[in-house]
T-cell receptor, first 115, second 112 residues
Framework: NAGVMQNPRHLVRRRGQEARLRCSPM?????VYWYRQLPEEGLKFMVY????????ESGMPKERFSAEFPKEGPSILRIQQVVRGDSAAYFC?????????????FGPGTRLLVL | AQSVTQLDSHVSVSEGTPVLLRCNYS??????LFWYVQHPNKGLQLLLK??????LVKGINGFEAEFKKSETSFHLTKPSAHMSDAAEYFC??????????FGAGTRLTVKP
């Protein structure tokens, strides 16, 4: 059973471009979470999705950021018009049910660098 | 509301000596608690978790943590550090809706 897959592993963008980060959850997992890790900081929750639904987006910046988890295919975290402050590692995690104490399994992360 | 405080941003130990990484939590619920490890340029790996069963939890690579409700703590320990333990460690608290809060992380350095 393959783990959580994220691609690309490294992404370089110039200011103003768009960044698309993909996350394929573990087989059988229908819940996906996105986190951002800024340099010298801990992980910050961004958004929690089930298939075709956004459950909690309280950690998402109000502008330029969006996420989706379609019925088919990976979850996508999209950052429009990137700025240097968006440079960070973005981690995706998945869990089977999203229930109490359910373990989240993390992907290897995508490291975004904005020039 | 819930939160996690990792009391040390950086811990340095010598190889073969004990490791103690401290974590205090705040939660309105009976929390689930986790420790994750992140090696350089790697993703997060689950070390161990507490979910209201035994208060002493054993994890991978010889790590263990003890849930102490009276002290609202969940410190991570290992009797003898190995060079390969050098990494960033995150303490995490989760409420019944699986809303997770991460600590800021503790960087563990192991000296030969």
């Amino acid at each position: 059973n393959a783990g959580v897959m994220q691609n690309p592993r490294h992404l370089v963008r110039r200011r103003g471009q768009e960044a698309r980060l993909r996350c394929s959850p573990m087989k059988g997992h229908s819940h996906v979470y996105w986190y951002r890790q800024l340099p010298e900081e801990g992980l910050k929750f961004m958004v929690y999705l089930q298939k075709e639904n956004i459950i909690d987006e309280s950690g998402m910046p109000k502008e330029r950021f969006s996420a989706e988890f379609p019925k088919e295919g990976p979850s996508i975290l999209r950052i429009q018009q990137v700025v240097r402050g968006d440079s960070a590692a973005y981690f995706c995690a998945s869990s089977p049910l999203g229930a109490e104490g359910e373990t989240q399994y993390f992907g290897p992360g995508t490291r975004l660098l904005v020039l | 509301a819930q939160s996690v405080t990792q009391l040390d941003s950086h811990v340095s130990v010598s190889e073969g000596t004990p490791v103690l990484l401290r974590c205090n939590y705040s939660s309105s619920y009976s929390p689930s608690l986790f420790w994750y490890v992140q090696h350089p340029n790697k993703g997060l790996q689950l070390l161990l978790k507490y979910t209201s069963a035994a208060t002493l939890v054993k994890g991978i690579n010889g790590f263990e943590a003890e849930f102490k409700k009276s002290e609202t703590s969940f410190h991570l320990t290992k009797p003898s550090a190995h060079m390969s333990d050098a990494a960033e460690y995150f303490c995490v608290v989760s409420d019944p809706s699986n809303d997770m809060r991460f600590g800021a992380g503790t960087r563990l350095t192991v000296k030969p």
